[in-house]
T-cell receptor
Framework: AQKITQTQPGMFVQEKEAVTLDCTYD???????LFWYKQPSSGEMIFLIY??????QNATEGRYSLNFQKARKSANLVISASQLGDSAMYFC????????????FGSGTQLTVLP | EPEVTQTPSHQVTQMGQEVILRCVPI?????FYWYRQILGQKVEFLVS????????KSEIFDDQFSVERPDGSNFTLKIRSTKLEDSAMYFC??????????FGPGTRLTVL
């Protein structure tokens, strides 16, 4: 089974609108962390947001928020007030286990913001 | 703002040759990583390194691969005898005690 599933290969959003990128995960370890990274066409990987499995509140970083639904094993990224510069590939990733550090990535969602 | 740097940005090599990819992690970070991304595919973990030894590695990281921290600042990935399927973008990352892994800009390796 896939550890991280991103079911939306491509998404379009109008500038200034909000958009939700889906991510579901699969783990039996009670301690894990969920990450979102942005990869623009230039290729670098930019860290956006982190959510720990024991965190009580949903993580937020500026225009990014993580809709963490533990029972459903989902960690959707919400981008508010989309900007043209948000057009990029977005990857969800997971770290499993208290001491583990390796990240397992999903296949990504290509977001295009339309003017 | 501190950042992870990688050199070269693009490396072209012949099949069977050895390559060394270089990274300078963020200076006060303790954990170092290599990931790779074959064109159009997901990012895959290769290896993590802490306290001068490998702490985790994936199935991809076989005997052809090795990592080293030759001095206090550099972190290298060596591929002994490159294969065509090693062609990919290789990312170095580093982190401190917290969970955020900061990635470098990547080295695009092309094996001919």
């Amino acid at each position: 089974a896939q550890k991280i599933t991103q079911t939306q290969p491509g998404m379009f959003v109008q500038e200034k609108e909000a958009v939700t990128l889906d991510c579901t995960y699969d783990t039996s370890d009670p301690s894990y962390g969920l990450f979102w990274y942005k990869q623009p066409s230039s290729g670098e990987m930019i860290f956006l947001i982190y959510q720990g499995s024991y965190d009580q509140q949903n993580a937020t970083e500026g225009r990014y928020s993580l809709n963490f639904q533990k029972a459903r094993k989902s960690a959707n990224l919400v981008i508010s007030a989309s900007q043209l510069g948000d057009s990029a590939m977005y990857f969800c990733a997971m770290r499993e286990g208290r001491s583990a550090r390796q990240l397992t990535f999903g296949s990504g969602t290509q977001l295009t913001v339309l003017p | 703002e501190p950042e992870v740097t990688q050199t070269p940005s693009h490396q072209v090599t012949q099949m069977g040759q050895e390559v060394i990819l270089r990274c300078v992690p963020i200076s006060n970070h303790l954990y170092f990583y290599w990931y790779r991304q074959i064109l159009g595919q997901k990012v895959e973990f290769l290896v993590s390194f802490y306290n001068n030894e490998i702490s985790e590695k994936s199935e991809i990281f076989d005997d052809q691969f090795s990592v080293e921290r030759p001095d206090g600042s550099n972190f290298t990935l060596k591929i002994r005898s490159t294969k065509l399927e090693d062609s990919a973008m290789y990312f170095c990352a580093s982190s401190g005690w917290d969970n955020e892994q900061f990635f470098g800009p990547g080295t695009r390796l092309t094996v001919l």
